[in-house]
């Protein structure tokens, strides 16, 4: 019996030990570079093929097209592994107790070990997860002639994105788990009570204070695509919008346009690459599916969203959470979901919560894709721009117009 338990407890540890030897073997392979294809980022498009009637023919994917594409789905399935194993481990070894115990000498005051330990974790979780993040958001892209990016600056956006995530840890987890603390059953609706409006100030405020961190935003170079583009707006209903352009062309060879913020911030972002690559109906049609998102209110559908699932999320994860804690409470090194070494629990209940989901969220991203699509269509009565713009997009971003149906 001591034996099957001493294997157990060294299982997750040897798994993570396997996995992590795969991604540094990942990461410092030579990925052999395929020479960029007609149709892919890196090279020139092809010519879209028109039919005897006048319809715009799908472009059948290249063979790197279906690489990327193949190849994709084999790191979504290592990420999602990945994901959940790192917290898993952190959990089930009692690390988390152990480096709770740690930071809590770093100072008199609780709030400083609370401090540290997400502070360490962030730290930790980053540095074990740069293999995977190189290769999947750096060297592959590369491969593949879609990134444009230099080592430099990715590796800075990920330290970016890592003192964003410290900063969010900070402001976040401190008053959770005084909640918890305070009110062991009803934490959740209290922390949802704030978290909710939290989350709607960032939505607003991400364009301005966020984004702008990881790129140049500037006015449109080109002043008679901008009126254009404003009187789009003006004919769909969205009153007050500005046009930016963004610098992304430092960053990928693919393209892209969106409408983002709310009120005050409410703004229309194009990649100078979209600009560069499709014509000017072409990216009007784009820009009327991304303006059918706001007037179609879809924004506002993902907020009203947002405010259940988030409420629900927290339900399920004091619950899921507490029957774990209380079968495992002396493995895990922790009693008390008020206590910062349970966050890794919530981190691997959460991913395994929206994997559950995700198909119904699949589902619900295509319904709003499919109605933008339409009203595109309707805003610019351009039916074969729209079909070409759709190719162009294909052909850019190495696309597959006909995915597998576990991976739509």
């Not at 060297?139 to 990920?158: I, M, T, V």
């Not at 009693?335 to 919560?353: E, H, I, N, R, W």
């Amino acid at each position: 019996m001591a034996a099957s338990l001493a294997r157990r407890q060294w299982l997750l540890p040897a798994l993570g030990l396997l996995a992590l030897g795969l991604l540094l073997w990942l990461s410092i392979s030579p990925v052999e570079a395929a020479p960029p294809e007609a149709g892919s980022a890196g090279g020139e498009l092809p010519a879209i093929e028109i039919d005897a009637q006048g319809y715009v023919v799908v472009p059948t994917p290249s063979e790197q097209a279906m690489s990327w594409y193949r190849s994709g789905n084999i790191l979504w399935i290592i990420n999602l592994a990945w994901g959940l194993l790192i917290p898993a481990l952190f959990v089930f070894t009692g690390f988390s107790a152990r480096l709770r115990d740690w930071t809590g000498e770093l100072g008199k005051k609780p709030i400083l070990g609370v401090l540290g330990f997400l502070l360490v974790y962030a730290l930790l979780s980053f540095v074990i997860d740069l293999p995977l993040s190189y290769y999947g958001g750096f060297a592959r892209p590369h491969a593949y002639g879609l990134s444009s990016q230099s080592a430099g600056k990715w590796f800075g956006d990920e330290l970016k994105g890592l003192m964003l995530g410290v900063v969010a840890l900070w402001l976040f987890v401190p008053g959770t788990l005084w909640f918890v603390r305070k009110s062991p059953d009803r934490w959740w609706i209290w922390t949802s009570m704030v978290a909710v409006p939290i989350a709607f100030l960032l939505l607003m405020l991400a364009p301005v204070f966020i984004s702008p961190l990881f790129n140049d935003f500037g006015p449109m170079k080109d002043a008679g695509l901008e009126a254009e583009i404003l009187a789009l707006a003006e004919r769909a209903g969205i009153e007050g919008s500005r046009v930016f352009e963004v610098d992304k062309s430092v960053d990928t060879n693919t393209v892209n346009a969106y409408v983002t913020g709310f009120g005050a911030t409410k703004r229309i972002v194009l990649w100078d690459t979209i600009i560069a690559r499709l014509g000017r109906d072409e990216l009007l049609v784009v820009m009327g599916h991304e303006m059918g998102h706001y007037v179609l209110g879809h924004v506002r559908n993902s907020m009203m969203l947002a405010a259940v699932s988030i409420p629900l999320t927290l339900w399920l994860f004091h619950k899921v959470a507490g029957l774990v804690i209380a079968r495992h409470r002396e493995r895990l090194g922790f009693a008390s979901l008020g206590d910062v070494a349970a966050l890794p629990l919530f981190f691997l209940l959460t991913g395994l919560f929206g994997f559950v989901i995700a198909p119904l969220g699949n589902a619900w991203s295509r319904h709003q894709e499919h109605e933008s699509d339409r009203f595109a269509l309707e805003i610019t009565h351009d039916n074969q721009a729209c079909a070409r713009a759709f190719a162009r997009l294909q052909q850019t971003n190495l696309g597959n117009p006909r995915p597998g149906t576990l991976w739509v």
